[in-house]
């Protein structure tokens, strides 16, 4: 214990100093006094607040961190090629005042003409979340604000999705919303507990809309806390729900163990009989197995694989490296691959294969994000395209389209505030970068193309 005294003394010394140098800076004026005080004061009376601004002090720093344009701006890597970057063109844009627009840039490489929405960080006057329409030409010609009537998140989400008219749906700040092609709000979905959940205590997490939404037959396919909904086009009401724990079943009944590692309390595990929404979080560790994409499959791709059918959900779980294919109507587990992709996104139903955004955060050469394919008859795997080539190397994000006529492939950066179009050779086609100042950009979400066709259609409706 001795020899810890002179260690102990010096620390007190110290304590000592910094107490009474911080009394004299206060009492006589001196250094550093004259730059700490301004942004103490500053604190001091944003935490007092108005007397004329009721808002609680959790609610005022909720809104600052949602509408300051810096609360999500990033410094972005260069993009790691040589390229002429322009201004883009706001001449023709229609929609809400979007702060820092004309900051935008982008690259353009082709004589095809294309539409792309993208979703992120546009500041309007009162939301910090919304979506533009541009043109491979860099023409900015529609946009949305995106602001529920209650802030569930701060975060924008990552959800984006176009119905067959045209209508937007988004997750923005955890309220799943639905915009018209024309720029008015529809619907918010409502944010109810499951009746099994009324009156008790459940994580915050589980009372949110979240992550990637999906559109198929006049409805939205998302996720409400641990369940997997499917909401109406048009009125956003929940037709169906899914729980996580009809999946846990399902397997159980399988006699597959796909779920069991995400368990604390033994002895209700081992029963799934006395498992329920009640004791649900009694059971299981913190965010179990964070869902984060539902795919739907289409009649059109449905042909072209041999054990599935439209209607089937491909569905990925980034906490266990699993995406597996669940029939609702059967609750049967058809498909699973588990450990060939690792906190992955996106898990997409292809012409006879599935695509992934394998986030690979822990690979032994460093973080490489890539989009992997998977086999459906075989357990093989193998990568679709190194998203390192275009700078892209996320953990925990990510999203993709990828159409199998054109080989091109559309990717949303969150990490650098970019999207890329381009072809697997490498060669980029179209690249939309969300500048807010030299250095800095805003975070975008998702980007989803979206046809001439279907451009000249919707907006024919708009004043």
């Given at each position: 214990m001795k020899k810890y005294l002179p260690v102990f003394g010096i620390i007190?010394?110290?304590?000592?100093?910094?107490?009474?140098?911080?009394?004299?800076?206060?009492?006589?004026?001196?250094?550093?006094?004259?730059?700490?005080?301004?942004?103490?004061?500053?604190?001091?009376?944003?935490?007092?607040?108005?007397?004329?601004?009721?808002?609680?002090?959790?609610?005022?720093l909720q809104d600052e961190l949602i509408l300051n344009p810096f609360a999500f701006a990033m410094n972005p890597l260069p993009f790691p090629m040589q390229l002429q970057f322009r201004p883009v063109d706001t001449s023709s844009y229609r929609g809400p005042s979007i702060g820092y627009l004309d900051q935008a840039r982008y690259y353009s490489d082709t004589s095809r003409k294309e539409y792309f929405l993208i979703y992120g960080g546009?500041?309007?006057?009162?939301?910090?979340?919304?979506a533009i329409l541009i043109s491979t030409e860099g023409r900015v010609l529609r946009g949305w604000s995106m602001k529920p009537q209650e802030y569930r998140l701060i975060d924008g989400g990552i959800g984006l999705a176009i119905s067959k008219t045209g209508d937007?749906?988004?997750n923005t700040y955890g309220v799943l919303m639905s915009h018209s092609w024309c720029g008015e709000k529809k619907w918010e979905a409502k944010q109810t507990k499951s009746p099994a959940?009324?009156?008790?205590?459940?994580?915050?997490?589980?009372?949110?809309?979240?992550?990637?939404?999906?559109?198929?037959?006049?409805?939205?396919?998302?996720?409400?806390?641990?369940?997997?909904?499917?909401?109406?086009?048009?009125?956003?009401?929940?037709?169906e729900r899914i729980h996580i724990l009809?999946?846990?079943?399902?397997?159980?009944?399988?006699?597959?163990?796909?779920?069991?590692p995400r368990f604390r309390d033994v002895v209700l595990f081992y029963d799934v009989h006395r498992m329920n929404k009640s004791n649900w979080h009694k059971i299981v560790v913190p965010d179990p197995f964070h869902p984060n994409k539902i795919d739907v499959l289409s009649r059109d791709l449905a042909d072209s694989f041999d054990d599935f059918e439209a209607g089937d959900l491909l569905i990925s779980l980034r906490n266990l490296n699993l995406v597996f294919v669940f029939r609702p109507k059967t609750s049967k587990i058809l498909w699973y691959r588990y450990g060939l992709t690792s906190y992955q996104h996106d898990p997409t139903f292809q012409r006879g294969y599935i695509a992934v955004f394998d986030n690979n955060?822990?690979?032994?050469?460093?973080?490489?994000?890539?989009?992997?394919?998977?086999?459906?008859?075989?357990?093989t795997r193998s990568t679709l395209f190194d998203l390192r080539i275009w700078g892209i190397s996320m953990r925990i994000h990510g999203n993709f389209e990828f159409d199998d006529d054109s080989s091109l492939l559309v990717v949303s950066d969150d990490n650098n505030g970019r999207a890329v179009v381009g072809y697997l050779s490498g060669k980029p086609i179209f690249i939309f970068e969300n500048r807010l100042e030299s250095g800095k950009n805003l975070r975008l979400k998702n980007i989803t193309r979206v046809s001439p066709h279907q451009v000249e259609e919707w907006s024919a409706r708009c004043n």
């Amino acid at each position: 214990m001795k020899k810890y005294l002179p260690v102990f003394g010096i620390i007190w010394l110290v304590a000592l100093a910094c107490f009474i140098w911080g009394a004299a800076m206060v009492y006589y004026d001196i250094f550093p006094y004259r730059l700490l005080m301004p942004p103490f004061r500053q604190v001091i009376e944003f935490w007092k607040g108005h007397p004329a601004d009721n808002r609680s002090l959790v609610q005022r720093l909720q809104d600052e961190l949602i509408l300051n344009p810096f609360a999500f701006a990033m410094n972005p890597l260069p993009f790691p090629m040589q390229l002429q970057f322009r201004p883009v063109d706001t001449s023709s844009y229609r929609g809400p005042s979007i702060g820092y627009l004309d900051q935008a840039r982008y690259y353009s490489d082709t004589s095809r003409k294309e539409y792309f929405l993208i979703y992120g960080g546009f500041i309007s006057e009162d939301t910090h979340w919304g979506a533009i329409l541009i043109s491979t030409e860099g023409r900015v010609l529609r946009g949305w604000s995106m602001k529920p009537q209650e802030y569930r998140l701060i975060d924008g989400g990552i959800g984006l999705a176009i119905s067959k008219t045209g209508d937007l749906a988004t997750n923005t700040y955890g309220v799943l919303m639905s915009h018209s092609w024309c720029g008015e709000k529809k619907w918010e979905a409502k944010q109810t507990k499951s009746p099994a959940l009324a009156g008790r205590e459940i994580p915050y997490s589980d009372t949110i809309y979240h992550h990637d939404i999906t559109y198929h037959e006049g409805r939205f396919y998302t996720f409400y806390g641990q369940e997997i909904v499917s909401v109406d086009e048009n009125t956003g009401e929940i037709i169906e729900r899914i729980h996580i724990l009809e999946l846990i079943r399902s397997a159980r009944d399988q006699n597959l163990a796909l779920f069991d590692p995400r368990f604390r309390d033994v002895v209700l595990f081992y029963d799934v009989h006395r498992m329920n929404k009640s004791n649900w979080h009694k059971i299981v560790v913190p965010d179990p197995f964070h869902p984060n994409k539902i795919d739907v499959l289409s009649r059109d791709l449905a042909d072209s694989f041999d054990d599935f059918e439209a209607g089937d959900l491909l569905i990925s779980l980034r906490n266990l490296n699993l995406v597996f294919v669940f029939r609702p109507k059967t609750s049967k587990i058809l498909w699973y691959r588990y450990g060939l992709t690792s906190y992955q996104h996106d898990p997409t139903f292809q012409r006879g294969y599935i695509a992934v955004f394998d986030n690979n955060p822990l690979a032994n050469s460093g973080p490489s994000s890539r989009i992997v394919t998977l086999g459906v008859k075989d357990h093989t795997r193998s990568t679709l395209f190194d998203l390192r080539i275009w700078g892209i190397s996320m953990r925990i994000h990510g999203n993709f389209e990828f159409d199998d006529d054109s080989s091109l492939l559309v990717v949303s950066d969150d990490n650098n505030g970019r999207a890329v179009v381009g072809y697997l050779s490498g060669k980029p086609i179209f690249i939309f970068e969300n500048r807010l100042e030299s250095g800095k950009n805003l975070r975008l979400k998702n980007i989803t193309r979206v046809s001439p066709h279907q451009v000249e259609e919707w907006s024919a409706r708009c004043n």
